[in-house]
C-alpha cells in the first residue's frame, strides 16, 4: 500500500471521506467543502450521492481578504458538521461515466 495520497481537487478546504469510500478504499468518495471567493457561500457535495449543503458566510462583494477570511472560518463550522454528519451515512456509490 502507498503512502502517498492524491491532491485535492482545487478550491476544497476540508473532506470527509464517506462510508462507501471507506468500504471500498477510495478516498474520493468524500463530501467536499469548497468556497469560492467572494460568493458568500461554502458548499459542501457529496461525490458519491451528490447531495449538496450550503452554508452562508454572509460574505460582500467589497469585502477586504482579511474580513472575507474571518468570515469563511465563522461558518467553516457548520459546513464541516453537515459534510461529517453526511459522510458518516453515505453510502452511495457515484454512477459510471455515460450510465443513467
Not at 449538496?52 to 465563522?74: C, F, I, K, N, S
Request: hydrophobic fraction near 35%; aromatic fraction near 4%.
Amino acid at each position: 500500500m502507498s503512502n502517498t495520497q492524491a491532491a485535492w481537487p482545487e478550491g476544497v478546504i476540508a473532506r470527509y471521506i464517506t462510508v462507501a469510500g471507506v468500504a471500498i478504499a477510495d478516498p474520493e468518495l468524500a463530501v467536499e467543502i469548497t468556497y469560492t471567493s467572494h460568493s458568500g457561500w461554502l458548499t459542501a457535495t457529496c461525490r458519491g450521492c451528490e447531495q449538496d449543503e450550503d452554508t452562508e458566510t454572509h460574505g460582500r462583494l467589497d469585502d477586504p481578504p482579511e474580513l472575507e477570511a474571518e468570515r469563511v472560518e465563522e461558518a467553516l463550522p457548520a459546513a464541516r458538521t453537515w459534510a461529517q454528519s453526511h459522510a458518516e451515512k453515505c453510502r452511495a456509490m457515484p454512477r459510471p461515466d455515460g450510465a443513467r
